[in-house]
């Protein structure tokens, strides 16, 4: 029996008899089983582990993020402190595949340089399997760099120090003087010119776990995981307190007036939950561009412990390019969601009428999660966000037979072809559904195929197979030229 289950897990979510049969398939069409086999694999796995990398302004946080995750997406310019909005980024080392949280994103010297270093650490190290922390070899340990291994010593996780901008022997010596700080050895690395990340790379696979510590709301009867998230001051602390049906988040008209995270287990609809409030932190006026990083940080750091997500829209307000933000945020996390308008005893006809339009136009990327609309002042409707939260867990850990898709994928080929493009038509031959939690599938095509025929094929499993709450991932695998093989 445990054969059956190991060799299952090698198969993204086939089993024995189903992937026999798909790779058979895949043979007749002239696939290569390895690249099969790949494709497979990149597309079955589970949730993956995270990587925080940590440490004070200027040390090339940054720089090295950008070398870890093999290419230049996180935005690196000379003046420290530049911010972006994206938070966490994929990355593959050794076969293996991980998340990396960058906080080089926001560091001006607001709150003190000590306090804010200290509060990414913080939210990052809590998002965080493993965390590589970034100490300035030239300069030695500082007094900030101090304070972040007190956090770290507290947090438990597992760290490996990087000492950056060591470029050459003498750098070696600077290095050593790491050991003082009591992490371990320093792997000496120059983030710039990429020499020794290998070698950090490695120890950071040592340390990080295969899969993250959480089981996924697997432990029988677990509780599942719901972040609430959507901007500051849109509500979600008194949701929070109406759907625990106590006074327990401080609720005050200023915006972002919560702190922590708080996990409160919630009883609603005969079930346990467990709500991780993310609410938004203490904006003073010139702290605003920060808070926002650091309510993006917190945000991914919550959304990363949830299997579901709940994204709170004040309904009395345009929709903002922050809502938006915050549902991408959900959305390439790969988490189910639900979406809850806020406020909306509230609304006039006219504002009604022109909140469906903006969501028509705004959402519309995102039709497929499930709305609620609520008051979290009077309680209404409260009793729907159950069944909400329920029918999005369910699309995200649909899965789809392989022979039920192929049957499926085969009419809809028949049905609507791919448009003619440079004298060719490229067709989806064939295709499997390698993952859930959310559905990932791979197509097998003979040719590329185009953004809007990606999208009608995803809207069309949609209709016919639910997936109702949930993104999908689908990655296209195009045969090679037959006369090619060696």
């Not at 993956?48 to 690196?76: D, H, M, Y």
């Not at 998230?229 to 200023?254: F, H, M, Q, Y």
């Not at 031959?429 to 097998?444: D, H, I, N, W």
Request: charged share 30%; glycine share 10%.
């Amino acid at each position: 029996m445990d054969d059956q289950i190991h060799t299952g897990d090698e198969h993204g979510e086939l089993g024995d008899a189903e992937y026999a049969e798909f790779m058979e398939l895949a043979a007749q069409e002239g696939f290569d089983a390895e690249e099969v086999e790949g494709a497979l694999g990149e597309a079955g796995h589970g949730p993956l582990p995270v990587l925080a990398v940590v440490g004070r302004p200027n040390v090339g946080k940054s720089t090295l993020v950008n070398r870890i995750i093999g290419r230049r997406e996180a935005v690196v310019e000379d003046r420290p402190g530049v911010t972006r909005d994206r938070v966490t980024y994929e990355a593959e080392w050794a076969g293996r595949r991980f998340k990396v949280v960058d906080t080089g994103g926001w560091e001006q010297d607001v709150l003190g340089i000590d306090a804010s270093v200290a509060a990414q650490a913080e939210y990052a190290i809590e998002a965080a399997d493993a965390v590589v922390f970034v100490v300035d070899a030239t300069v030695g340990a500082t007094d900030t760099d101090e304070a972040v291994v007190k956090l770290l010593r507290r947090a438990g996780k597992p760290v490996v120090l990087c000492a950056n901008k060591v470029d050459g022997p003498s750098g070696e010596a600077d290095a050593a003087m790491l050991w003082s700080l009591g992490l371990g050895e320093p792997m000496p690395v120059s983030a710039l010119h990429g020499r020794g990340t290998g070698d950090m790379l490695d120890e950071v696979l040592k340390a990080l776990p295969e899969a993250p510590a959480q089981t996924f709301g697997n432990a029988i009867g677990g509780p599942r995981r719901v972040a609430l998230i959507g901007r500051p001051n849109v509500g979600k602390s008194s949701l929070l307190n109406k759907v625990a049906g106590e006074e327990r988040v401080v609720v005050n008209e200023l915006a972002g007036t919560t702190r922590d995270p708080v996990d409160e287990l919630i009883e609603l609809g005969g079930k346990t939950w467990k709500f991780v409030d993310t609410a938004g932190i203490r904006k003073r006026v010139h702290l605003q561009e920060g808070a926002d990083y650091y309510a993006s940080l917190r945000t991914a750091a919550a959304v990363e412990k949830a299997e579901v997500a709940v994204v709170l829209i004040d309904a009395s307000e345009t929709i903002s390019v922050q809502d938006q933000r915050i549902i991408t945020m959900a959305v390439e996390a790969g988490r189910a969601m639900v979406i809850a308008y806020n406020k909306w005893d509230t609304l006039d006809e006219e504002r009604r009428y022109y909140l469906e339009r903006e969501i028509e136009t705004e959402l519309q990327q995102v039709s497929w999660a499930p709305r609620v609309n609520v008051s979290a002042q009077t309680g209404r409707h409260m009793e729907k966000l159950v069944p909400a939260i329920e029918t999005a867990l369910a699309g995200w850990e649909t899965r789809v037979p392989t022979g039920r898709l192929n049957a499926f994928l085969g009419e809809l080929v028949a049905a609507h072809p791919h448009p003619i493009r440079g004298g060719k038509q490229p067709r989806i031959l064939f295709g499997t559904q390698a993952g859930t939690k959310p559905p990932r599938f791979v197509l097998f095509a003979s040719g590329f195929l185009e953004a809007g025929y990606r999208r009608f094929v995803e809207r069309r499993l949609r209709e016919e197979f639910g997936f109702e709450g949930t993104p999908i991932h689908i990655s296209v695998r195009v045969r090679e030229k037959r006369g090619r093989k060696k």
